[in-house]
């Protein structure tokens, strides 16, 4: 980030960004520095494409996970086991 | 306890969000798989000294829930009949002798391959969640599969928010190739 207000960003931050978008965090001008940096990027083209892939694969409906909460509970319930044994 | 390497006090970290993904598909009910998790969780602790060894840790808890899983199906539905006659017996008799077919529930009624698909996705994705190192993973099923606030996760961690874009970014770029390798 030597360049505050560059349109031209170096690929670390490119990246950076990409992640960011993944989870709609991204601001307007960082996500227009993105796709500059998209024109001419072959390597960060391919990072942004599959990581898009991958967000979609995620939010399909398949991928279901364990709140905190819910794993707790579980987890205490088999310490008392272990240590009823 | 046992000769062979196994460790209840790490499944929950391990294995409860395979196990989890692997039950959901089958029963739908996030409470039932839940309990069906658990159940599978105490039936192994009890079984431990019969481990020997032969499978991984993950797919021997995996053999134990598929028989809760059936046993689940098996339990509703022997209820589902009872309830069925009554209804059958006082009216309407045309369908007769049809009822068992047409009133049980049938497990693998949705499962249209899309659905079948889907499953091996899930458990495709909680495969490579579950090779990355165990800080990656947590940061990432918190940020990306429960959809916390960054804020909450960095406090929650005690970790700066570049810190967790950095772990974020780790995590995915080894997912994707992970799936790549796999799945795609």
């Not at chain 2, 099923?141 to 429960?146: D, N, S």
Request: with cysteine.
């Amino acid at each position: 980030m030597s360049k505050k207000n560059g349109l031209i960003i170096p690929c670390d931050e490119a990246n950076h960004t990409c992640d960011k978008t993944q989870y709609r965090e991204a601001s307007l001008w960082e996500k227009i520095k993105l796709n500059i940096h998209l024109i001419y990027c072959r390597a960060c083209r391919k990072y942004t494409k599959n990581n898009s892939k991958l967000t979609k694969l995620v939010h399909s409906e398949a991928v279901e996970c364990l709140k905190t909460s819910e794993k707790k509970k579980m987890k205490s319930a088999l310490d008392n086991e272990i240590t009823g044994q | 306890m046992s000769g062979h390497e196994i460790n209840p006090n790490d499944w929950i970290t391990k294995y409860a969000d395979y196990l989890f993904n692997y039950t959901i598909t089958r029963v739908k009910d996030r409470e039932t798989a839940q309990d069906l998790v658990q159940d599978t969780f105490f039936a192994g602790l009890k079984s431990m000294k019969n481990f020997k060894g032969e499978a991984s840790e993950r797919t021997w808890l995996v053999s134990i829930l598929k028989r809760k899983i059936i046993d689940h199906y098996r339990k509703i539905n022997s209820k589902k009949g009872q309830a069925e006659i009554k209804v059958n017996f006082s009216h309407d008799s045309e369908n007769e002798g049809s009822w068992l077919e047409q009133r049980v529930a049938d497990p693998y009624d949705r499962t249209a391959e899309d659905t079948i698909e889907n499953t091996e996705l899930g458990l495709a994705i909680h495969n490579c969640i579950g090779k990355l190192p165990e800080k990656q993973a947590q940061v990432f099923k918190m940020k990306t599969l429960l959809g916390h606030e960054t804020e909450a996760i960095c406090n929650e961690l005690d970790i700066t928010a570049s810190n967790l874009w950095v772990i974020i970014h780790r995590a995915r770029t080894a997912i994707a190739a992970c799936l790549e390798k796999n799945w795609f």
